[in-house]
């Protein structure tokens, strides 16, 4: 399968691509390097990108910006920051990628542990991994051409504690490697419409 | 206490004005009739309709439109709908209401059964339905001043049968007198960071 990772030189993304490439090609997208390099708040830059890459079989992303902070300083700018490249970033890697994507084709998204699981200053985030998963569950059924959808909800990566891991407290981290099978099960795997927790 | 139920004209909103009203002084908000109007999906006339009632007990919003239709046809612009309207306005009716809202008081907001039970051209809808029933579970902990929210999600309506019955295949419609209970529950109860799913 050709399989495009976008957010691939993140840390999931990475983990993603090193659990894949052995047996498919890889196509690692990234906001500043990659084999592509895209602005998924921009849906323009997603349809240029999409061009370049041509026809392919899955497409993983793992990639979104959205604010974290208390939310008593929380206003409708910074829920936008993650409504506008979290959410829709990804929600247009669908509906644009409808066009790009083989029959039997599948779409991985990336919601977090935060959604159902909240921590102090994860309002914006845990908003749009609720819209995220929610519209993996809606949109799978009505999908053509036997297209599936799904989506993983990473726990608190190992590799991310020296960075976030006060933040969590109590919450057990998760390998990057472990966090990766769920992408393997979705992209290689036959379901759709699902919510794969890590946790 | 004195609540302010935006969207007080339509549906949901007149049958949990009926439920409130004999102990309650309740503001009716409309989009063009009511005791004030305003339009949700400008934050800047949100401000101004706060403005005008003054300090309140309770919010509840039973408002927002979203866009139906077959996920085939959706684009970023109809996902847009829901976004600005029944997702932001609500999220913006929490974040300016704080500054209005009386120490103990409470928000209530209405997300809507196709969130976790999906129907067949209901992506958008799905999709704010997610981002706002999050939103309630993890800004309820962070809120100060004893403030809860929760957040309801109706079913079908017996009264939207008319209009909505062919596309809720196998629903079971709920009054509108029982649908208001979860917002009495709400308001006058002491729970936070709950879903009241009427079903």
């Known amino acids: 399968m050709k399989i495009v990772i976008v957010g ?8 993603v691509a090193a659990a894949l490439q052995e047996r498919h090609e ?11 390099t895209t602005d998924i708040a921009d849906s323009a830059a997603i349809r240029r990108t999409f061009d370049g890459i041509g026809r392919f079989d899955a497409l993983v992303s793992a990639a979104g910006k959205v604010h974290y902070g208390d939310f008593a300083a929380v206003t409708e ?4 920051i993650g409504l506008q490249d979290k959410l829709m970033g990804q929600v247009n890697l669908v509906l644009l990628g409808r066009d790009y994507i083989a029959d039997g084709g599948s ?11 909240p921590v102090r200053g994860s309002v914006c985030a845990s908003l749009v991994n609720g819209a995220l998963e929610y519209f ?8 053509p051409r036997g297209l599936r959808i799904n989506c993983v909800s990473p726990g608190l990566l190992v590799e991310s504690l020296p960075v976030f891991g006060d933040y969590f407290p109590g919450h057990e981290p998760v390998p990057g490697a472990r966090v990766a099978l ?17 946790i």
Chains 1, 2 share one sequence.
């Open 8 to 15: 691939g030189t993140g840390t999931v993304g990475r983990a």
């Open 26 to 36: 890889i196509v690692r997208v990234g906001r500043t390097s990659g084999d592509y």
């Open 77 to 80: 700018k910074e829920v936008s």
């Open 107 to 117: 779409f991985t998204l990336t919601s977090g542990v935060v959604g159902h699981d």
């Open 136 to 143: 993996v569950r809606a949109a799978a059924f009505e999908l």
């Open 182 to 198: 769920a992408y393997v099960k979705s992209v290689a795997g036959h379901q759709t419409g699902q919510v794969y927790h890590v």
